[in-house]
């Protein structure tokens, strides 16, 4: 058995239990799976009676940090000792990953919040796109009739010529550019909210202007509705703590720390 102190630590005769642990933990229900190893650092007991290791008096010790040193005084492995630290282990070891209860989904061990979230949109993209088709056809629907009338009412006989071919040319150049923005904001795949800038549609007739401005307003409504409904559910997550039994862990060396 060897023994140990820390390398920005002066001498000291406080003897602490340093053990080697080989963790192998696989979380059937999360798919979390983890295999490495790490230094732990017990404080002694004396005596045992009823004591056991609360979460503090056990701390994580970095391997580099260790010099070996000679025993300042004989001490032996205590009986309780392996027990003592599987307890601990399986009591306080808990993984904490992300959960989104409503896709099913579980973070990986190396993943991060932000991570987790973007992986959670991607899971709604199908989703997004079925929506998103159907909110198209209906708005380039209603947008097509709208233009239809708009050619249709340019074309008044009790209207000049030039009058009618402005209004005809006017309707025809602005629908072309509606129909350029509903292509590219249906073809998007972030998960943003729409403004009254992304939609900038003006028409010299303030009758026909109210009722396209009526129309984009519920079209803009209607897109981030679903937007905002499916950021929801991906930013939808909580915290999962991975459960360990006594099995995910061998106790590999066993040694004394000296602090």
């Known amino acids: 058995m060897k023994h140990y102190s820390l390398r920005s630590a002066g001498g000291s005769q406080r003897p602490s239990l340093l053990f080697e642990i080989k963790i192998d933990l696989h979380d059937v229900r999360s798919g979390y799976n983890v295999s490495e190893t790490a230094w732990y650092a017990g404080q002694w007991i004396a005596g045992r009676l009823d004591e056991s290791w609360t979460e503090d008096m056990v701390s994580r010790v970095d391997y580099r940090a260790l010099k070996a040193i000679a025993a ?111 292509s590219r904001i249906f073809v998007e795949d972030e998960f943003r909210l729409l403004g009254e800038a992304d939609l900038n549609w003006d028409l010299a007739d303030p009758d026909a202007d109210d009722r396209l401005q009526d129309l984009r307003a519920d079209l803009v409504d209607r897109y981030n509705e679903i937007n905002s409904r499916l950021e929801e559910e991906a930013c939808g997550i909580e915290s999962y703590d991975v459960t360990a039994s006594r099995t995910a862990f061998e106790i590999v060396t066993r040694s004394i720390l000296w602090q």
């Open 72 to 182: 300042p005084e004989a001490v032996d492995w205590p009986e309780w000792g392996d027990d003592e630290i599987v307890r601990y282990l399986t009591r306080y070891y808990r993984p904490q990953i992300w959960k989104n209860r409503d896709l099913r989904l579980y973070s990986r061990a190396d993943e991060t919040r932000q991570e987790f979230v973007e992986r959670c949109r991607e899971e709604l993209v199908p989703e997004r796109l079925r929506d998103m088709k159907k909110l198209r056809e209906v708005f380039l629907h209603r947008f097509f009739e709208m233009e239809h009338r708009l050619i249709s009412s340019s074309r008044d006989e009790d209207l000049d010529e030039d009058v009618q071919l402005r209004r005809a040319t006017a309707a025809t150049e602005l629908f072309s550019d509606v129909r350029e923005d509903l």
